[in-house]
């Protein structure tokens, strides 16, 4: 079974998924393995070759090969079980899913494709029962909707209690498998080579599959971290105050990708290249110290980022024409630059919270009943990724968390419910910065502060990316406009991109929305905005229409005029 998805940006893909192809068993060797599942890149004909097979008669188009498979990514491979006297191939099982049925339209699967088309980045989820995300932004009550003006500089000081594991309550948080692959544009395998590099990650949560988007999830970077294991061990031995750098050089690239994979109350950073350079293959006359950041808050705790346990990756070569798996050897590896898992973090947000909650104990929580060393304490949290910097190891994430235990006191006979922060990270050493603080009235629960964090992460996102009301000058929005955000759409298309910063549009809708407002009434957007202008560097392909049954008509490409219209 085999389905087309999408097409990619400039057009010249059609992008499917499709199951092992029985008919082809007897062209591997035995020490290939056959892919249960795997992603196909078809090349999509010029207009010469479709009219050459439409006057083709019948017999000789039937053969005719219009759209050439050129690539293939293999997800999952059949393993060998005996049957009787016989040898039968059955589905992984990792998986959750009847192994006679097709896994085209059982495994729900996420894609991302990098905006160059060099890179993806597959999500399978091993549960075959899944609520896809309606990918659209939440919508509020003007009350909920509303950012308050920002706290007292003061904020609190937590450390760890008995509800650590905040993260047990983001119940949509399910294992799957992380499949990082070359698409045919990235691939540099050597001259008449037909062998593709992937890498996979088993067993591992991810946390994407409800949430608002999984764009943010990959971003560009011009720059990958280099591990320094002699001053490492050098720095450990030494006593001091300051938190040791994770690492102690950068490395300038000309390209590469990192992925943030939502997981265990913090996020798994990986740093991906195309030169198959890791941290320690490289030359430190080619790197730079990371530079020291002054006015930053330094941490008590080394425990907020730390490293990767180790090589979890696991490297796959495979047939780039059947997508068969295969164990390489010296002579047929290639000898060019390929795909590389260069690098590798974790950003521990419940130890940030921890840490930003112990420091402001004294100041902003000092009513707080929890006001006592002793008490150890951690709220209930949620939160999101809201920026990555390219040339630089900064990330900007939005926590937001409950306040049920009036851990802050205010004047008002009202206490916010919820409190949320923005937080800039540094990566190299630890340190943050608290850029902003917010509350909310009525956050309560679960729900309503998840959706609250969504809010904040795309308000902070619209206002970054300068889209909607935010790319009129700051004198035309009013104060509470500052809050605003309004519903997103998912789709891989172009048609009204530029309409998400048309700046007479948007002004015409401000005008209105005050009119309105003095009349009681409110004013609807002229358009949801495109989640491809907020993270434009990677694009969402889903086998959703196959895993629910929905018809699908027409499928288009984001920067070319090539469609696929079917019926």
Same mark, same amino acid.
């Given at each position: 079974? *085999?389905?087309? !998805? ?10 499917? $998924? ?42 000789? #188009? ?6 050439? #498979? ?5 997800? !999952? ?26 896994? &085209? ?5 996420? @894609?991302? +494709?990098?905006?160059?088309?060099? @890179? ?5 989820? *091993? ?41 047990? $309550?983001?119940?949509?948080?399910? #294992? ?55 001053? #490492? ?38 740093? $991906? ?79 940030? +919270? ?40 900064? &990330? ?29 990270? @540094? +990566? ?9 603080? &917010? ?29 909607? &009301? ?66 434009? *560097? ?8 196959? *895993? ?20």
């Amino acid at each position: 079974m *085999h389905r087309i !998805l999408a097409l990619d940006r400039s057009g010249g893909y059609m992008i499917g $998924i499709g199951s092992g192809d029985e008919n082809a068993s007897g062209m591997h060797s035995s020490k290939e393995t056959l892919p249960h599942l795997s992603i196909k890149f078809y090349g999509v004909p010029s207009p010469a070759r479709l009219k050459q097979a439409q006057d083709a008669d019948s017999d000789a #188009l039937g053969s005719a090969i219009v759209s050439p #498979l050129v690539h293939v990514i293999p997800l !999952l491979s059949k393993k060998s079980r005996s049957v009787g006297n016989g040898i039968s191939p059955s589905p992984s099982s990792i998986l959750d899913c009847n192994e006679y049925a097709s896994p &085209v339209a059982e495994i729900p699967i996420q @894609i991302l +494709l990098s905006d160059g088309g060099s @890179i993806g980045v597959a999500f399978l989820r *091993h549960s075959t029962v899944v609520a896809w995300s309606s990918n659209s932004a939440p919508t509020f009550s003007k009350s909920q909707v509303r950012l308050f003006l920002s706290c007292h500089a003061g904020v609190y000081q937590c450390t760890p209690s008995q509800n650590a594991s905040a993260h047990n $309550i983001q119940d949509e948080d399910t #294992l799957g498998t992380i499949v990082i692959f070359e698409s045919p544009i990235g691939s540099k395998c050597s001259d008449g080579s037909r062998m593709s590099k992937s890498f996979r990650l088993n067993n591992v949560s991810i946390g994407w599959w409800s949430s608002f988007t999984i764009r943010n999830a990959l971003w560009p970077a011009t720059v990958v971290p280099v591990r320094d294991d002699v001053k #490492l061990m050098n720095s450990h031995s030494n006593d001091t105050d300051t938190v040791t750098n994770l690492f102690y050089h950068i490395r300038t690239v000309l390209s590469a990708y990192v992925l943030f994979n939502d997981e265990d109350d913090g996020f798994r950073i990986t740093w $991906i290249t195309m030169d198959g350079k890791d941290a320690s293959s490289c030359s430190t006359s080619n790197n730079s110290t990371f530079p020291y950041v002054p006015n930053k808050i330094r941490p008590s705790r080394n425990d907020i980022v730390t490293q990767s346990e180790g090589d979890i990756w696991e490297e796959c070569w495979s047939d780039r024409s059947t997508g068969c798996v295969f164990a390489p050897d010296d002579e047929t590896v290639p000898r060019h630059g390929s795909l590389h898992v260069a690098f590798e973090l974790y950003l521990h947000i419940d130890a940030l +919270l921890s840490e930003i909650i112990s420091r402001r104990q004294l100041s902003f929580f000092r009513h707080s009943p929890y006001h006592n060393e002793r008490v150890l304490f951690m709220p209930e949290f949620f939160y999101n990724i809201v920026s990555a910097s390219i040339d630089s190891l900064k &990330v900007v994430v939005v926590i937001v968390f409950s306040n049920k235990e009036k851990m802050i006191m205010q004047s008002q006979k009202r206490v916010p419910s919820a409190l949320g922060v923005y937080v800039e990270v @540094i +990566l190299a050493d630890q340190s943050y910065d608290e850029l902003k603080w &917010v509350q909310h009235p009525s956050c309560n629960d679960a729900s309503s502060m998840k959706q609250w964090c969504n809010s904040l992460a795309l308000n902070w996102r619209m206002m970054q990316s300068r889209v909607g &009301v935010f790319c009129l000058d700051n004198s035309e929005i009013d104060q509470q406009m500052e809050s605003w955000v309004c519903c997103t759409h998912e789709c891989n298309v172009n048609e009204d991109l530029s309409d998400d910063r048309n700046v007479p549009l948007w002004r015409e809708y401000v005008d209105r929305r005050n009119v309105f407002k003095m009349q009681g009434l409110s004013a609807a957007p002229p358009k949801d905005v495109s989640m491809s202008s907020l993270y434009p *560097h990677c694009d969402v392909i889903t086998n959703r229409a196959v *895993h629910n049954a929905i018809p699908v008509k027409r499928i288009t490409s984001r920067d070319s005029a090539v469609e696929l219209i079917y019926g």
